[in-house]
């Protein structure tokens, strides 16, 4: 009696996981892996620059008022230079990614989460209730959300925990709208109408079943969104409306600049720099993801990993 055929794998050659082969196709895209880079560099500053930079930020010199850039003779702290009030500009825009980050990352998490869940319910229990939801959302979209988050922060004070709310109460109907179409269409799926007719709960069959095929898209508009909302709050800080001194954040900075741009133009040109960097690329690592996540277009990234890794191995 023979013994069936078994397949052998080499030993030095294990198989890729999940996170694995993201990160191949990551590395073999070297615009979208650039972008991840500065945005682990952007966090590692949001997590760490206070706790380092904070005292040095801080410190005033009043004889370094509009000192200028690449003057290494103040100081590696002042290579971007100073402010209006000789504080040093590089550790001033580290420290400043904290609040920054902190605002825009809770908006997204709390739209996201909130108009996700309602979206995930709008789809999935019935037609009255997903029209009493969408009527909720069609409310907050009739306002331009620029407006209403300045309507609401003149009324209340500008605080951090206050902008978040704002911010994430304007982005709330775009997971909200996205999620329910989505679900409208997964749940009439062949797999779906098989874990009904097995018995299985509705918890189960939208924790299981549907909420991991739309989650890849709610994910890639968190990054898109991320960025917006990272611009929305620069836009209402310039205003005069959002986060105030001595809180600071890289809108705050531009606001607080432009009124030197003829004589001391890079008190608003570093942290609009930094901005400007950080929305491209999370422009550029959304557009990655959508590819990425998306298993019926993820075969051009994995061949394209695959054959850069030939030749690098040739």
Known sequence: ???????TVPMDSPPRTGTLRILSMLWADKLPFAAALFLLVIVAC???????????????????RNAPPFNM???FAYILGGDALGRPLLPRIVVAAQNTMMIAGGAVLASFLIGGTLGLIAGYVGRWTGEVIMRLADVIMSFPSLLLAVIVLYMLDASITNLILVLAITRIPIYLRTTRAKVLEVRERMFVQAATMMGASHLRIVVRHILPVILPTLLTIATLDFAFVMLAESALSFLGIGIQAPEITWGLM??????????AWWLAFWPGLAIILTTMSLNLLS????????????????T???SKGGKSNG
């Open 304 to 306: 394209s990993a695959t």
């Open 254 to 263: 531009v606001s607080q600049g432009r009124q030197y741009l003829t004589n």
């Open 287 to 302: 557009s990655w993801m959508r590819v990425a996540l998306n298993p019926t277009q993820r075969w051009r990234l994995e």
């Open 46 to 64: 949001a997590t760490f620059g206070p706790w380092l930079l904070f005292e040095v930020a801080d410190d005033t010199n009043l004889r370094l």
């Open 1 to 7: 009696m023979s013994t069936p055929a078994t397949a």
């Open 73 to 75: 003779e103040q100081g």
